[in-house]
């Protein structure tokens, strides 16, 4: 199983970036999805995630900015940033659960996204 993201680069603040992670290979029902971010020496921080139903739940820094979401049928989940702001610079990670009753979860590669003042 792979999860390819895609999406990020260099934008100015108040900006928009929309990031993309499809996941293929050979899996059942994914379970919930989410995006996560890291800067260097820090740990890696839940963004936000969403459930197989659409149940969506973010972190209290992007409420209000930052848009979730999936296409169950392209194994694919979203994440729409909008007003960027320049701590908001980091590599995004997504990732998805196995199945709805796993613990176990797929990683993809990470994107970087950097907002400059």
């Known amino acids: 199983v792979q999860l390819q993201a895609s999406g990020g680069g260099l934008v100015q603040a108040g900006g928009s970036l929309t990031l993309s992670c499809a996941v293929s290979?050979?899996?059942?029902?994914?379970?919930?999805m989410a995006w996560y971010r890291q800067i260097p020496g820090k740990q890696r921080d839940l963004v936000a995630e969403?459930?197989?139903?659409?149940?969506?739940s973010y972190a209290d820094s992007v409420k209000g900015r930052f848009l979730i979401s999936r296409d169950t049928a392209k194994n694919t989940v979203y994440l729409q940033m909008n007003s960027l702001k320049p701590e908001d610079t980091a590599v995004y990670y997504c990732?998805?659960?196995?199945?709805?009753?796993?613990?176990?979860?797929?990683w993809g590669q990470g994107t970087q996204v950097t907002v400059s003042s």
């Open positions: 990732n998805a659960q196995r199945s709805a009753t796993s613990s176990f979860v797929y």
């Open positions: 290979g050979r899996f059942d029902r994914l379970g919930d």
């Open positions: 969403i459930s197989r139903y659409g149940g969506t």
